[in-house]
């Protein structure tokens, strides 16, 4: 797929498969496109060129609402959470999708009770059952995080695509969410794009690497690590003078 912004090539002839039940990474430095990756298969952006499958239907000219009906539901890389409503009515918004039409927020509190123990069984599954009352806006970062995931899930997907879950979080957060995201992968599949190539190394099935709204490498950890060109893009040195990325702050 290609998209061009006024001639400006964002994503230039990326070709990506990804495995059904596998957690796959997006990766490269900043302006790499990974995010435009992320728009395009989720069609908040039309592409240039090219053709988008999903569970082998062709989805390139479907909206976005369309897309996650199908199972393909993604994140944001900024926090996206209702911060007035409880932690609890946040998940309860998502899973009114099961109505089949538009989220109700003018419902009565005792027809929305319906969705409280799922909401309940989501919490407890990332880790926020004691937060459940709690005003979604007051949550620790990596907590709203988890929120978003519980809410994704909502959804139903088939597949995730998770952007940047870990950005700007604290060593703790991000080994809770890596294992958070390891849990709920479980007969799903997942794309992701992630900076920390920990988090990559320790999750992750298969990897590629974008540079320049292309794809440079792809393999898994051990292969796309010792990449010359990969360490090149990351760096921006020579890549015989310098180790493997992940001794680089990315």
Request: with cysteine.
């Amino acid at each position: 797929m290609t998209k061009e912004f006024r001639g400006f090539a964002a994503v230039s002839n990326v070709n990506l498969k990804v495995r059904r039940g596998s957690i796959h990474a997006l990766i490269g430095p900043n302006g790499a496109g990974k995010t435009t990756c992320f728009n395009l298969l989720t069609k908040f952006l039309p592409v240039t060129r090219g053709r988008i499958t999903y569970d082998g239907r062709d989805i390139t000219a479907m909206k976005p609402a369309e897309v996650a009906r199908l199972g393909l539901v993604r994140s944001f890389q900024i926090s996206a959470v209702f911060p007035h409503f409880t932690v609890m009515e946040n998940v309860r918004v998502a899973l009114q999708r099961q109505r089949g039409n538009s989220f109700d927020f003018w419902r009565s509190s005792s027809m929305l009770k319906q969705y409280n123990d799922r909401a309940m069984e989501l919490l407890a599954d990332v880790g926020l059952t004691q937060y459940a009352e709690l005003a979604a806006g007051q949550l620790p970062y990596g907590r709203k995080r988890a929120l978003e995931i519980a809410t994704t899930l909502a959804m139903e997907p088939q597949m995730m695509l998770l952007d940047e879950p870990t950005a700007g979080m604290t060593s703790e957060d991000v080994d809770r969410i890596v294992a958070l995201v390891k849990r709920v992968s479980q007969g799903r599949t997942v794309l992701l794009v992630e900076h920390n190539l920990k988090v990559v190394e320790g999750l992750c099935d298969r990897i590629t690497v974008l540079a320049r709204g292309q794809v440079l490498a792809e393999g898994d950890y051990a292969s796309v690590s010792r990449n010359p060109e990969v360490i090149a893009a990351y760096l921006g040195e020579d890549p015989q003078s310098v180790g493997a990325p992940e001794t680089a702050h990315v």
